[in-house]
């Protein structure tokens, strides 16, 4: 088995409708901030055009390519991990994944998911929305920092996902989360760029010993 590769601290998450299709995808991804990691999330294509674009991310992306969802797919373009959303079977489908050597995470929205999460031996766990999301609103209403810093106590490196965007890092590394994750803040270079820069400078100015 091979080396299971570190959790990610920055997470793009895809959305072809955002680039100009399904051929703008390796455009968007070698435009990202080196050592950005990548997860394929297209929930409405089949396993051969996920495949298809997960090969071509394979040779684009700097980080790590995780694949939303399925196995088979992550294994066909050699991915390095696998992510499952809260609507899936995380304990039954980790041991298949983890045997592969391959990064497990999970989407979770509430402490009892956090708990799932735990018991499935993920590797990390995406937390939100944390703030106001086109793509969360059917979460509910935003889950705010507090409940990350409660999730972020917990044995699980959390990413925080929904409304990311520079101007609130620190208040997210302040508050313990491992990471970020987002759709839209990292859709274009130029708010790609000045995320991982805030990332960056949030997290280490604020976890200095």
Same mark, same amino acid.
């Given at each position: 088995?091979?080396?299971?590769?570190?959790?990610?601290?920055?997470?793009?998450?895809?959305?072809?409708r955002l680039c100009g299709g399904a051929s703008g995808l390796e455009h968007w991804a070698r435009s990202l901030p080196a050592g950005t990691a990548v997860q394929l999330r297209e929930k409405d294509l089949d396993s051969t055009a996920l495949t298809e674009i997960g090969r071509t991310l394979r040779e684009a992306v700097s980080g790590l390519l995780i694949v939303n969802g399925s196995l088979n797919v992550a294994v066909d373009c050699r991915a390095d991990g696998v992510h499952l959303g809260s609507d899936q079977p995380w304990t039954e489908a980790a041991p298949a994944i983890q045997?592969? =050597?391959?990064?497990? =995470?999970?989407?979770?929205?509430?402490?009892r998911e956090l708990e799932d999460a735990a018991v499935a031996d993920a590797d990390y766990a995406l937390f939100g929305p944390v703030f106001a999301s086109p793509e969360k609103l059917r979460f509910g209403a935003p889950q705010g920092i507090e409940r990350l810093k409660r999730a972020a106590q917990g044995p699980l490196p959390i990413l925080a996902v929904g409304g990311v965007d520079p101007s609130n890092t620190p208040d997210l590394a302040r508050a313990g989360a491992h990471g970020v994750a987002a759709i839209r803040a990292f859709a274009e270079p130029d708010t790609a760029a000045a995320l991982a820069a805030a990332w960056a400078l949030a997290a280490g100015t604020l976890r200095l010993p």
């Open positions: 088995m091979r080396r299971k590769p570190n959790v990610p601290t920055l997470l793009a998450i895809s959305d072809r045997d592969r =050597g391959l990064l497990l =995470g999970v989407s979770t929205h509430n402490r």
